[in-house]
């Protein structure tokens, strides 16, 4: 299965020191939103206020930033900016939903350094120190995949306040919908499984092959950083051979990955790995390719 992230990101910066009083200028951050989106902005408490015409990004996906030290940290910021440091605080907020938790944010300079946020608490805020004077790539950690949602240019300017109001809408393109009769409530929407592309192993073997820590690393990042998470590693095979020994391959397989993240630091209990053997394809098995694909390793976390 695949996920698609739908990011339309709106920024407000507030920079302390190096600016005039009420001065504003336009920064070169960066978001994924196109120029026929309209950016939006966000209070002195974080919460968005309706968008407003005429602000909008660009078709680089470029952010007109207005910096200016009109305003302090948000009364729920605990980082403080320093003379080498800045302040970025985040507020991810879903359109319709409102603020979202549990969100960890990775910054990465241009010489590769990342900086973490902590989770979004109950008003979807988080905070992290960067080095100022450097532009860095913004990607919200995930299972599954991940894409640049923003970049952000911190001014070489000490003690700077920057904060960032993010929205994006999550969609699901290929979850198909549950149809369930009139009389009988419609169940949750179960929780999202991803694939994890460059798993590979040994033929017939529970062995994993060294071209899959990349992406298993990956899988140690988020968990690292996102220390509510608790996942499920799951097991799958084509339908060639026997259900048991497909079934027994395939726990082999899902406890291979749990034994490798285990060894990478992440606690035995956030894990559990299931083999479901060929009892859930995503592909006909009728031809190679379609084999292929059921022959995988899924991730899932707990809800």
Known sequence: MTRALLFILTVHL??????????????????GATGDETAGTATDDGTASPDKPGRKTRDSGEFAINQSDAASR????KLKATDTEAAVRFFVIDKDKGPITGIVIALTSPTGEKYYTAETDAAGFTEVLVPIGAKYDLVFLSLGRRDVASQVAVANEPRLNLKLTLRYKREDLTAPPIVTPPSEPTPAAPAPRFVLDGVQFETGK???????????????????????????????????????????????????????????????????AIGYGDERPIASNDTPEGRQQNRRIEAMEAM
């Open 14 to 31: 507030l920079a302390c020191g190096g600016s005039k009083p009420g001065a504003a200028k336009p920064g070169d951050g960066t978001g």
């Open 74 to 77: 948000p009364t729920n910021g």
């Open 206 to 272: 529970a062995t994993l092959t060294a071209d899959s820590s990349a992406r298993l690393d990956a899988i140690v990042e988020y968990m690292t950083h996102k220390a509510s998470a608790t996942i499920e590693i799951s097991g799958h095979t084509d339908n060639v051979g026997g259900n048991k020994k497909n079934k027994r391959l395939s726990q082999q397989r899902a406890d291979a990955v749990r034994d490798y993240l285990v060894a990478k630091g992440i606690e035995a209990s956030r894990i559990t």
